[in-house]
């Protein structure tokens, strides 16, 4: 089964909710090219589906702000780039083929991008992954608007689009046995000068959010372990997982970017009392309100995190100290009913 999610973050990266998903299995090999396919025809189609139903709950909820779509390299395609420049949202695709350019200069992509002028150098902080060494990166930043000469893959006219492209390449040293970080990114967001270059790197930065709430699907969750038949029922029972991961780490952002945020505007009534009651709290009333980072802190360690495990709590820690805390609150709740006073 494959999966494809947008969810909604804020500037600081803290994810606010879904936006759109879409499922589907893969089908047996191709024996035609994409370039040769129609568009109900090649999985580009579910990109565009997710991101209409972004727009759709843009308009369901009377929201007149801009989305702005963070696309890797998979999006590269001629189909989405007409569609990017036909919508009022943003869209950024991190380029993967080296197009065809119209102008400023005739030639390839990076040929022309790598033409322009350093605009100057971008700090990107780099977390530690698989391949990866955690360090503080300095990109260097050149950007142009360009016209890229793409045709309709049936009828072969041309029909040009007008983007930005940005384009980062880490000059700093290197761990040894890594390669230097490079983004090509297309934008449809207007890019005058240095500081718009570093605003569509910072957006570009977000998408990242998305790969950890998929981390946390999979690995916290555990959505590919599922033994159910249906496809309809898994579809369902993905949706549900894909929600709590999302919850996961909104919560752990939350402790992390915006700490003082009162608990109870992510946390119900019965599990900040199952935190106040579990780690029986000195310094608050039974009735009180801790701030989120103090609760997810109780929480984590309900998960088994504890000072010596290094660094703030994680997707797993938090996950099963959520798992547990439903339990206690629940426990708690029951015995409210029953008129029991604890």
């Not at 370039?35 to 999985?43: C, G, N």
């Not at 943003?90 to 992509?109: F, I, M, S, Y």
């Not at 016209?147 to 689009?161: A, C, E, R, S």
Request: charged content about 25%; some cysteine; proline content about 5%.
């Amino acid at each position: 089964m494959e999966a494809l999610n947008a969810i909604v973050v804020s500037d600081k990266g803290v994810a606010l909710g879904p936006g759109g998903q879409h499922l589907w299995a893969r089908k047996g090999v191709r024996k035609k090219s994409a370039a040769s396919r129609p568009l109900e025809d090649k999985e580009t189609r579910h990109w565009l589906d997710v991101m209409e139903q972004v727009l759709r709950a843009r308009e369901a909820a009377g929201y007149t702000g801009r989305p702005w779509f963070q696309l890797d390299r998979g999006a590269d395609c001629r189909d989405l780039l007409h569609w990017a420049v036909m919508t009022d949202a943003w869209v950024t695709v991190r380029g993967a083929q080296d197009r065809c350019v119209d102008w400023p200069l005739e030639g390839k992509l990076w040929e022309v991008v790598e033409h322009q002028q350093p605009l100057g150098h971008y700090k990107l902080k780099v977390s530690e992954g698989p391949q990866r060494t955690a360090r503080t990166a300095t990109l260097q930043v050149r950007a142009t608007s360009l016209v890229l000469p793409l045709k309709h893959g049936w009828t072969k006219k041309q029909l040009p689009v007008e983007l930005f492209a940005v384009h980062a390449v880490e000059i700093s040293s290197v761990p040894s046995g890594e390669k230097p970080i490079e983004w090509m990114l297309l934008t449809t967001c207007p890019v005058r000068g240095f500081a718009g270059a570093r605003r569509v790197l910072r957006a570009y930065t977000l998408r990242w959010r998305v790969e950890e709430v998929h981390k946390c699907w999979k690995s916290t969750c555990g959505v590919e372990e599922s033994n159910l038949d249906s496809a309809a029922s898994f579809a369902r029972w993905a949706t549900v997982l894909f929600s709590v991961a999302l919850r996961i780490e909104r919560l752990k952002r939350l402790a992390r970017e915006a700490p003082e945020t009162p608990a109870d505007a992510e946390l119900s009534r019965w599990e900040i009392r199952a935190l106040l009651f579990r780690h029986d709290a000195e310094g608050y009333r039974r009735d009180a309100t801790p701030t989120i980072g103090q609760a997810v802190l109780w929480i984590a360690r309900l998960g088994g995190y504890s000072k010596s495990s290094g660094g703030p709590p994680g997707s797993i820690v938090l996950g099963r100290g959520l798992e547990k805390l439903a339990v206690i609150a629940e426990d708690l709740l029951r015995l409210h009913e029953l008129g029991l006073k604890m």
